[in-house]
């Protein structure tokens, strides 16, 4: 238990949070496509997202009652293109797995497929869900608000969400193109890694209430819950790196993962009513655009697949081994842990013995 990271296969990394998710009460089902997607974030080394997650975020929300493992999955209002739902605070993961496959149902017969959700919780990696698109031969497109943590440009105050905009697009190659990024700098995710490592933070992810940097990322993270901190949009400080794109772009999420559906947004995502813990009424909103109602699906991969192909045979900069695309390092990552398996750190595993022994599962991990 003293190493500071561990190799755990993905397979039983899958295994033991689906069995954590059902020991919450959380339907067979559900806990399936929940671990499926913490899972497939370990697997392509999206550490912020997968096991280390379980037990800061979606475990110890249910056990404060904010966040609900039996939660109806509610149409209120849907066209043959489009549908707006009702997540009821229920398990983030399962709600974006239902609502895309809408999507793309609608897709497979229009050719565009779009819906909304509301009173959502966290879902995960973002790219799980134009993965899904991209299986079935089209381009998938999701955004989501999320509790504040960016200040607008020239603002230090946290007022908007991480807020991805991703994309995934089907190529002839081994792998898709999956653009899958928050619209700040970096994410609390990640914060949370670099505390759990007790690591310093770069400096310019940050700003305080003073228009500074912090890089504690312990002390980051308890400014952020008290909004004295925040995080910088893409860009950077200020408008000289074009910090107001990002700003802009996160901007853009948070309003099509809250108006078209009627659903919360900014402040009224802090996760507290009253000064006591509430749920988080996330929104997300989540499209399918079918290609063979364009052009011929083999064709548009094969140009998407040139694209990708001339720009990492681009002239590279001095001292750079390589230019790589969007999704390429993720594929590799992939196939690296499957064999090897999930680096996990010391503090994850100390809290998936605890999760472990407070659900009296049974399992016993080699790194004890």
């Known amino acids: 238990m003293n190493k500071e990271f561990v190799h755990v296969k993905v397979d039983l990394l899958k295994r033991f949070m689906r069995d954590v998710f059902i ?66 605070h229920g398990m983030g993961h399962a709600i974006a797995y239902k609502a895309m496959e809408m999507a793309i149902k609608k897709a497979k017969k229009y050719g565009l497929g779009m ?27 999701t955004g989501t608000n999320a509790r504040p943590s960016i200040a607008p440009t020239f603002g230090v105050e946290n007022m908007l969400g991480t807020n991805p905009q991703t994309w995934g697009i089907p190529t002839d190659e081994k792998f898709p193109f999956l653009l899958d990024c928050a619209t700040s700098i970096t994410q609390r995710g990640k914060i949370e890694v670099y505390a759990k490592l007790n690591k310093k933070m770069p400096e310019g992810w940050v700003i305080n209430q003073n228009g500074g940097t912090e890089t504690d990322a312990q002390k980051v993270l308890k400014m952020l819950t008290e909004g004295t901190a925040a995080l910088v949009p893409l860009g950077g400080i200020g408008e000289e790196m074009g910090g107001y794109k990002g700003y802009g772009y996160t901007t853009v999420i948070e309003i099509l993962s809250a108006a078209l559906q009627d659903g919360a947004y900014l402040k009224q995502l802090m996760g507290s009513k009253n000064g006591k813990p509430a749920p988080y009424a996330l929104g997300h909103f989540f499209m399918a655009i ?21 720009l ?27 064999k090897k398996g999930v680096p996990v750190n010391r503090q994850t595993r100390l809290e998936m013995i605890k999760m472990r022994d407070e659900l009296g599962l049974k399992y016993k991990f080699d790194f004890e």
């Open 312 to 338: 990492r045979a681009s002239k590279k900069a001095k001292g750079a081994k390589r230019i790589y695309t969007a999704g390429e390092k993720e594929y590799y990552t992939s196939l690296e842990r499957k």
């Open 115 to 141: 819906t909304a959700v509301r009173n959502s919780t966290h879902y995960g990696i973002a790219g799980y869900y134009p993965l899904m698109a991209v299986k079935e031969g089209m381009i998938g497109l």
């Open 290 to 310: 079918n290609i063979s109602h364009f052009t011929s699906l083999n064709r548009f991969k094969k140009t998407a697949g040139n694209i990708l192909r001339e």
């Open 23 to 88: 020991g919450l009460k959380v339907p067979k089902k559900d806990a399936e496509i929940c671990a499926e997607v913490l899972a497939a974030a370990d697997l392509m080394g999206m550490d912020s997202h997968g096991i280390s997650r379980m037990k800061p975020i979606y475990y110890d929300r249910i056990k404060m009652g904010i966040q609900f493992p039996n939660a109806k999955f509610e149409v209120v209002r849907e066209t043959p293109t489009t549908a707006v739902i009702d997540g009821h």
